[in-house]
């Protein structure tokens, strides 16, 4: 059972291959990448150049501080096409070697640009494009220039972004800072300069660092005081060496720079680059405490807590409605049996060790298939449609089995006990192996940082996370089994138990057709109507069981040929949806939040142009997705508070495999959905819980 799980869930979509180009050199790998392999005329395709140095070394800024040099780029483009405009640079950081601070970026670095043909082309036209850089690769004691020619060969078309460069694009524009249009006033002398940057969370601050974009303005290697005046930071260091007022050298006595900003070791970094004009600034104010000396982050954060949210979040799945009727049947068997306190015990040990088996196999592939460079995350399995066609059957059969339609003796396949009821240790095995399989659906509350850590801890510590997913899940259970006092509180047995397995039935229809909602959303209605086709052949095959099982029977032939027809149809479903098919949550959300689908690039201008951002990941087949979307998302008052503060609303569909999506989940070191961030327009980022409130929504500052 557990081998044939597995082989279900290992279902690898292709991607196309991305336009790019690279080259190795002594000390660094470059690399061109374009967003798309198909740039459509007179309409901008972003161009990525990449830097990666080997371990010491390092690239420089477009102002690279007291030496070193930016990165040269020249172009060869077909026709009139117009030079691409300068590179955006992510954010750098600051070495000081033999006393010269120099602007660099010791791990990998992204410059994008854009290049835009002419729009007079006609879609197929060849579009070659030739890059020649050059630039200087350093390390504390020596400097090497290297340089490389890239070429892309493309054809003219719609300019649909290539899903296999989504990732690349997507951290490239995280790295970038933002452009603001701050009142930021500085005022220079012969002794100091200073920086008066408004910041509305000023208190959260622990270092920050100005880079100008022209020399002559600050002393690079002097010392940056930062302190709190009033609502805003107070940023004091010393003039240039050459001691001359400069105030009046940039033209319109505008200084343009860029910002670091960080604040606690787990916060991402934050960047804004900005023109500030000379004026009265502040004098100093209270000095604000510096970044702590830690290296601890999630790939090195303690395992313990990390266990104990995932054992958490496996304990809470216990009370969802496809895992709670298996839960609740199974310890109402060991009341129906009577059974010994060593029975009970190897009961609950083997259904510990079928949730703790097959979450722990799950967490496993999706560890394997990361490795090997697959984008996916927690119950990736479900954005195929085969595997929600086989789950659906699998409830289906459930639901009937809780109904009294038939019962299910793995031995002999006759009347006798089924599956969920048996007081054996295969039973209670193949049970906990069931329920954690049906839960794969849920990452509910404690679940997202346990599994997003798992994904960045070292292999053996991140199979011990699932694990701890499926000891939680099973942790009721076990209780039952060894406690005896628990034992002892559970219901007497009688015929009322009969009335409870159908009661507990009608959950699991509900789980069926939910299921059939999903396989509706993911291919169609072609796509479901073959997985209730499938449905009802599963029934009447598992009708002629029990009616077999009533006569006295064993199951025969026709039973055993609509079961097989039943997975036949099943498997018929093709795994990709066909045009138009999906109308996941992106086209269809909450219509009150005006919501927009989410495309890294629309999330870069809305934050560009200080606009608060809501932002959420949700499916079709995610149940705490869908509670909220009816709950709190769907609130009066969250739209009207959502209007009132100018919040726009993105949201991102991960029904089906959507690679930038899955980038977005990485970078945030999520293993799963959903997940809610609220971008500021100070920058700053609140990750808010998987279970929303209406107050969650309604108290986010601007």
């Not at 070394?57 to 040099?69: E, F, M, R, T």
Request: charged fraction near 15%.
């Amino acid at each position: 059972m557990i081998r044939a799980l597995l082989i279900l869930v290992a279902i690898l979509l292709g991607q196309p291959l991305a336009a790019q180009s690279s080259a190795q050199r002594t000390n660094t790998r470059i690399e061109l990448i374009l967003e798309s392999q198909q740039p459509a005329p007179g309409k901008p395709v972003a161009a990525l150049i990449r830097l990666t140095p080997k371990p010491g070394w390092h690239s420089y800024w477009s102002n690279p501080g007291d030496a070193g040099a930016p990165t040269r780029l020249i172009w060869t483009l077909p026709g009139n096409t117009p030079p691409p405009p300068a590179p955006r640079y992510p954010v750098p950081e600051t070495l000081i070697v033999s006393g010269l601070m120099n602007h660099v970026y010791s791990q990998p670095a992204a410059l994008i640009t854009e290049i835009t043909p002419p729009a007079g082309l006609t879609p197929g036209t060849a579009f070659p494009i030739t890059l020649q850089a050059a630039w200087l690769i350093c390390s504390d004691t020596q400097c090497v220039p290297e340089e490389a020619q890239l070429s892309v060969q493309v054809k003219i078309g719609s300019g649909t972004p290539d899903q296999s460069a989504a990732r690349a694009f997507t951290a490239a524009r995280a790295a970038l800072p933002r452009p603001v249009d701050w009142n930021i006033k500085y005022k220079l002398t012969a002794k100091s300069f200073v920086l008066a940057v408004p910041f509305a969370t000023p208190k959260t601050v622990t270092s920050a660092h100005f880079f100008p974009d022209n020399d002559g303005i600050i002393d690079y290697a002097a010392p940056q005081k930062l302190t709190l005046a009033g609502d805003g930071l107070r940023l004091e260091t010393a003039p240039a060496r050459s001691g001359a007022s400069l105030a009046s050298k940039p033209k319109d006595g505008k200084i343009t720079g860029l910002i670091r900003i960080t604040r606690g070791p787990k916060d991402p970094v934050l960047g804004f680059t900005f023109a500030a004009r000379p004026g009265t600034v502040p004098a100093a104010g209270t000095p604000l405490a510096a970044a702590p000396d830690s290296t601890d982050s999630t790939d090195t954060a303690p395992l313990l807590p990390i266990l104990a949210l995932a054992i958490l979040g496996g304990l809470i799945l216990n009370v969802m409605p496809c895992v709670f009727p298996i839960l609740s049947l199974k310890a109402l068997s060991l009341a129906k049996g009577q059974v010994d306190a060593p029975r009970a015990r190897a009961d609950a040990l083997a259904y510990t060790a079928g949730t703790i088996l097959v979450s722990t196999a799950l967490g496993g592939l999706i560890l394997a298939l990361r490795a090997g460079g697959e984008e996916i995350g927690w119950a990736f399995q479900l954005q195929d449609p085969r595997v929600i066609t086989l789950l659906l059957l699998l409830v289906t059969a459930i639901a009937l089995n809780l109904a009294g339609l038939f019962e299910l003796n793995l031995t002999s396949g006759t009347l006798g006990e089924s599956l969920t009821n048996r007081n054996d240790a295969l039973g209670s095995f193949a049970t906990g192996a069931l329920s954690a399989f049906i839960a794969t659906p849920c990452t509910g509350p404690f679940m997202a940082g346990a599994l997003g850590a798992a994904l960045v801890l070292p292999p053996l510590a991140g199979l011990l996370v699932f694990a701890g997913l499926g000891f939680g899940l099973a942790l009721p259970f076990l209780l039952i089994g060894f406690v005896p006092a628990l034992r002892r509180r559970l219901p007497r047995p009688g015929a009322w138990m009969t009335k409870l397995r159908a009661v507990l039935s009608v959950p699991m229809f509900l789980t069926a057709l939910a299921l059939a909602w999903v396989l509706g959303r993911q291919s169609g209605v072609d796509g479901m109507a073959i997985g209730i086709c499938a449905a009802v052949l599963i029934g009447l095959a598992l009708w002629w069981v029990g009616k077999r099982q009533h006569l006295g029977g064993s199951i025969a032939l026709p039973g055993l040929l609509a079961l097989g027809l039943g997975i036949a149809a099943a498997l018929t479903i093709p795994a990709a949806a066909p045009p138009g098919a999906l109308l996941g949550a992106a086209a269809t959300t909450t219509a009150t939040l005006n919501a927009e689908p989410y495309t890294p690039a629309r999330l870069a201008d809305l934050r560009a142009a200080n606009t608060p951002v809501f932002l959420y990941m949700t499916a079709d087949w995610c149940i705490t997705c869908k509670v909220n979307e009816k709950t709190a998302l769907s609130s009066a008052a969250v739209a009207s508070a959502f209007a009132e503060k100018g919040i726009k609303v993105l949201v991102g569909d991960w029904t089906r495999p959507d690679p930038i999506i899955s980038a977005w989940l990485e970078d945030r070191g999520r293993a799963g959905i959903p997940a809610y961030v609220y971008y500021a327009p100070d920058g700053t980022e609140q990750e808010l819980p998987q279970l929303l409130t209406v107050s969650d929504l309604t108290s986010l500052k601007i």
